[in-house]
């Protein structure tokens, strides 16, 4: 059961990239959640966002909704990151995650999920 993220690079403020996360060895199972996590040098691993096992709710940090798109393509196995209008701030390792059952609550607790990505960095430059 592995995740892989990829698509991370250097990318100018106001620019885009589009993460992706692919699951092998295993399909994402009904009643799962796959989520986006970015963590900064010094800080603590943050939320950014996530998405239900159908692709029929997303939900969004704060900090990068009307910015960033989650979506996901289960014939494919891949939950995909678009990231637009591009900020300093948004510099990070970003993570993919999945788990099963994690409720809306749960959803921004890292510790909710069992499936880990490597992560993937993503540098911001002015």
């Known amino acids: 059961v592995q995740l892989q993220a990829s698509g991370g690079g250097l990318v100018q403020a106001g620019g885009y990239l589009r993460l992706s996360c692919a699951a092998s060895?295993?399909?994402?199972?009904?009643?799962?959640?796959t989520a986006w996590f970015r963590q900064a040098p010094g800080k603590e691993r943050e939320f950014v966002a996530a998405?239900?096992?159908?692709?029929?709710?997303?939900y969004y940090a704060d900090s990068v909704k009307g910015r960033f798109t989650i979506s996901r393509d289960n014939a494919k196995y891949t939950v995909d990151l678009q990231m637009n209008s591009l900020k300093l701030e948004d510099t990070a390792v970003y993570y993919c995650?999945?788990?099963?059952?994690?409720?809306?609550?749960?959803?921004?607790?890292?510790?909710?999920?069992?499936?880990w990505g490597q992560g993937t960095l993503v540098t911001v430059s002015s």
């Open positions: 998405i239900t096992w159908n692709g029929g709710v997303t």
């Open positions: 995650a999945s788990g099963p059952r994690i409720t809306i609550v749960a959803m921004k607790n890292s510790a909710s999920y069992n499936y």
């Open positions: 060895g295993r399909t994402f199972s009904t009643y799962e959640k």
